[in-house]
């Protein structure tokens, strides 16, 4: 019995480990921490579906907020396209949102073909969104990843390859 005792232990260890613990800097401008509960929000999609954060729980799920106006977030747009959502787009236990901060449909539309990215975007109009996990005045290139409980397991800021790895690598973990 005491055999079995440890290999238990052992195992949740590993499954702990597997994402890893990351300090978030207090520049990053978060409001929202590790290991919180997503807030709940309800986002509108260019194509006119309403999605509800608590209806994707049971899924991975990454939120990229993104402005057109955003150079940053043109630059990992493509990388976001092209490393994770062809990726994992077909398995049912992901979602990928873009959520686009206060412009209008139209914008974000014309901005999607431009970049192009083939992910679904939300509108976010005044920020309503956004300001539930950043602080006002925050700048918008972030990515929360959110394990298949709700709980936020993940944030970037700004575009940096070695923490886009890590964040691909935080993904593929939870969705095995």
């Not at 412009?103 to 956004?130: C, H, N, R, S």
């Not at 290139?141 to 964040?167: C, H, P, Q, S």
Request: charged share 25%.
């Amino acid at each position: 019995m005491k055999h079995l005792t440890i290999v238990l232990v052992l195992l949740t260890f590993t499954v702990q480990a597997q994402t890893p613990v990351k300090e978030i800097p207090a520049d990053y401008g978060y409001i929202v921490k590790i290991g919180q509960q997503v807030p709940d929000f309800l986002m509108e999609l260019t194509n006119g579906k309403t999605v509800e954060m608590s209806d994707l729980k049971g899924k991975v799920v990454m939120l990229q907020f993104t402005a057109s106006w955003c150079s940053v977030c043109r630059k990992e747009m493509p990388h976001i396209e092209a490393d994770i959502w062809k990726k994992h787009k077909n398995n049912k236990n992901f979602a990928l949102y873009g959520i686009d901060l206060d412009e209008p449909k139209d914008i974000v539309e014309k901005f999607a073909k431009q970049i192009p990215v083939t992910y679904p975007l939300a509108l976010d109009p005044k920020g309503g969104i956004f300001y539930r996990f950043a602080e006002k005045g925050a700048g918008v290139t972030r990515n929360v990843i959110i394990d298949k409980t709700g709980k936020i397991v993940y944030m970037t800021r700004l575009y940096k390859e070695e923490e886009f790895a890590e964040m691909k690598s935080v993904i593929a973990d939870l969705l095995k």
